[in-house]
């Protein structure tokens, strides 16, 4: 069976300082991969997909950015955050020529 | 028109009560459609998905009507269990920019 991880669980940093989150999917070769923020209280905004290994597409212009270094993970980065950048960040995968998604369990991340 | 709305809630309904949720969407080309329930502070998990005209699983039911371009959820019997945020998604044809609804919340009372 299939399973994505994302770690940390959590994170509180502070204001300008880096970010590296990491996504990994097992059990499935060539997923999609997608990086989702929510922020308090609201819907989710798609930042990132990728759909192979070093392709990246950014939905939403911002300080963060995205790579795809292996076929089953995917790191969500920043080289400084913004207090803007607070909120909930899931990683989710679909596989190839299907629409159902799958979500991990999220990184919650507080800027201070 | 936003590309996905849904009916902003909150909903709160006695156990036992019958409730239902709509979504509205804008790309007449979307072919497939997906609920996903949303607990607090937790990721989103597939709930139904919905292809034709509609998707029945247990005391959840999904209708689709593509005249109107909405989909409904219908759940039947509420349980406390079923307090959760609703999240409506529209994939888009052949493109990969999923979008997701604002969701609607549901809370079920004792």
């Known amino acids: 069976s299939q399973t994505i991880h994302q770690w940390p669980a959590t994170l509180v940093q502070p204001v300008g300082s880096p970010l590296s989150l990491e996504c990994t999917v097992e059990g499935t070769s060539n997923p999609n991969l997608y990086w989702y923020r929510q922020a308090a209280g609201r819907g989710l905004q798609l930042l990132f997909y990728s759909v192979g290994i070093g392709q990246i597409s950014s939905e939403v212009p911002q300080n963060l950015s995205a790579s795809r270094p292996q076929d089953r993970q995917f790191i969500l980065s920043s080289k400084k955050l913004l207090l803007s950048d607070s909120g909930f960040y899931l990683c989710a995968w679909n596989r190839l020529g299907t629409d159902t998604q799958y979500f991990g369990p999220g990184t919650r991340l507080t800027v201070l | 028109r936003k590309e996905v709305e849904q009916d902003p809630g909150p909903f709160n309904v006695p156990e036992g009560a019958t409730v239902a949720f709509n979504c509205t969407y804008s790309?007449?080309?979307?072919?497939?459609f997906f609920w996903y329930r949303q607990d607090c502070r937790k990721e989103p998990k597939l709930l139904m998905s919905v292809y034709s005209s509609g998707n029945e699983d247990g005391r959840f039911t999904a209708q689709l009507n593509r005249a109107s371009q909405y989909i409904s959820l219908l759940i039947r019997d509420s349980k406390l269990s079923d307090s959760a945020t609703y999240l409506c998604v529209v994939p888009p044809p052949g493109g990969q920019n999923f979008v997701f609804g604002p969701g609607t919340r549901l809370s079920v009372l004792p």
């Open positions: 790309n007449s080309a979307s072919q497939s």
